[in-house]
């Protein structure tokens, strides 16, 4: 029902319809429609096309309709961020002739936020994520390059590192969890001395995530692995960070501190961490990564504020970053089952590099990582930061062993 207040009276929508069909138009003012639903159909008129031709501009302007006006050639430059702070460098590893292994790695030492700014003096590195037992539940694409190693903790090590070139090795010491085998620190410890045994790159030793069992664990395997400048994984304001800090300096390695994506939590761990005794250029930072899809804005955030605040001159964050970069092979949309979606071998690798090159670009030196092409590919991307722009084109044609199993 339509009520025209000019009339005072209802008027029957039919009624109006047969109107307009009558006159073929009708103007109606000061109206108020009362309905559940008002649907209004606009025909919406043809495209417009234009004919394109290469010579369509000169025709134009030939014909004085448009009138062509060359723009001069500038000379640019980039522009150029001046910082009066710096990243520390953190280094892995120790060579032989002070002790160590033989493999050094370094990260940090930034001067700059881009490349075009200042190349840095060190490659972004990856380390391969492994775990003390069995992971069935990896995505198949991944499970499948480990699957004969899985039982075998040092294979596993030694495979990251013989076929997939790894610089780093992460291990995980799930087991350690009360919830899953609560092994003790002791057999950590020892499974932590074979590793060192098997390969000689530097490690990162992680534990369950247990924040009781943690401090225990890192420290056990702080122990065995003297003198050999490792990154134990982690220090948070969770746990008894000061138990892991004491480890560090004792047997001379570095800590990870973890906080949750806010600049000023990873800030008060640091602070803390040094009151603790922890050496400054010790401390690698880890503010947290959400997986492309899942909140990586924050992660951006997170990490550029404090790579900023290191450039500045704050010496509380000036430290390297580290991302857990694995995290994106959580993301369903990389490993489910899905026709519409593609193939997952393609979907898992494209998830964890897309993750890693935008943490990479907020300033992150270090990649927790699990798929081989993933870690290929963002190693290689990676190379080129060390160089100013033009310098060095990417490697595409050395992926003999991407294919998937």
């Known amino acids: ?25 009708i103007e109606i003012e000061n109206i108020v429609i ?19 031709t290469p010579a369509l501009k000169e025709t134009l302007a030939e014909e004085g309709l448009i009138k062509i006006k060359e723009v001069p050639e500038l000379d640019w430059e980039p522009p150029i961020e001046k910082y009066k702070g710096y990243i520390r460098e953190v280094q892995f590893g120790k060579p032989k002739s002070e002790g160590g292994r033989g493999k050094v790695v370094k990260i940090g ?3 700059a936020l881009y490349r075009f700014e200042d190349p840095q003096p060190n490659p972004p ?15 198949k694409p991944i499970r499948q390059y480990f699957q004969d190693v899985m039982e075998d903790p040092c294979e596993w090590a030694r495979k990251c590192v013989k076929d997939f070139g790894a610089d780093m090795i992460t291990i995980h010491h799930i087991s350690t969890d009360p919830k899953i085998k609560d092994k003790s620190p002791k057999e950590a410890a020892k499974l932590m001395e074979d590793l060192l045994q098997a390969v000689d790159v530097p490690f990162v030793i992680g534990g369950s995530g247990n924040p009781q069992k943690d401090p225990l664990v890192l420290e ?10 490792c990154l ?7 746990l008894d960070y ?7 300096m004792k047997y001379d390695h570095n800590v990870l501190a973890w906080s949750i994506m806010d600049p000023n939590m990873a800030r008060d761990l640091n602070r803390k961490l040094i009151e603790a005794g922890l050496d400054p250029n010790r401390i690698v930072m880890d503010p947290t990564t959400c997986a492309l899809g899942y909140g990586i804005e924050f992660s951006i955030n997170a990490m550029t504020r404090l790579r900023l605040s290191g450039l500045k001159g704050d010496e509380v964050v000036n430290m390297p970053m580290s ?20 193939p997952r071998e393609y979907r898992l690798p494209l998830w964890e590099i897309t993750t890693g090159i935008t943490m990479m670009l907020c300033g992150v030196d270090l990649f927790m990582m699990l798929n081989p092409i993933a870690v290929k590919t963002l190693k290689e991307i990676g190379k080129t930061l060390t160089t100013k722009p033009g310098e060095v084109k990417l490697n595409t044609n050395n992926y003999e062993w991407i294919t998937c199993p």
Do not use: H
């Not at 994984?233 to 969770?238: I, K, P, V, W, Y």
């Open 1 to 25: 029902m339509i009520y025209n207040d000019r009339l005072g009276e209802v008027m029957d929508l039919n009624a109006l319809i047969k109107i307009i069909e009558k006159v073929g138009k």
């Open 34 to 52: 009362d309905a559940e639903e008002l649907i209004i159909n606009i025909p919406s008129s043809p495209p417009i096309t234009i004919p394109q």
């Open 109 to 111: 030492g930034q001067r």
């Open 323 to 342: 991302s857990g970069t694995t995290n994106a092979n959580g993301a369903r949309e990389a490993w489910m089952v899905n026709k519409e979606w593609g």
């Open 242 to 248: 000061k138990k892991v800090v004491d480890a560090a």
């Open 125 to 139: 590195v990856v380390t391969f994520d492994i775990f003390d037992i069995p992971m069935p539940g990896l995505p």
């Open 232 to 238: 134990l994984a982690s220090a948070n304001l969770e």
């Open 220 to 229: 056990a395997c702080a122990e065995v692995a003297e003198g050999d400048r």
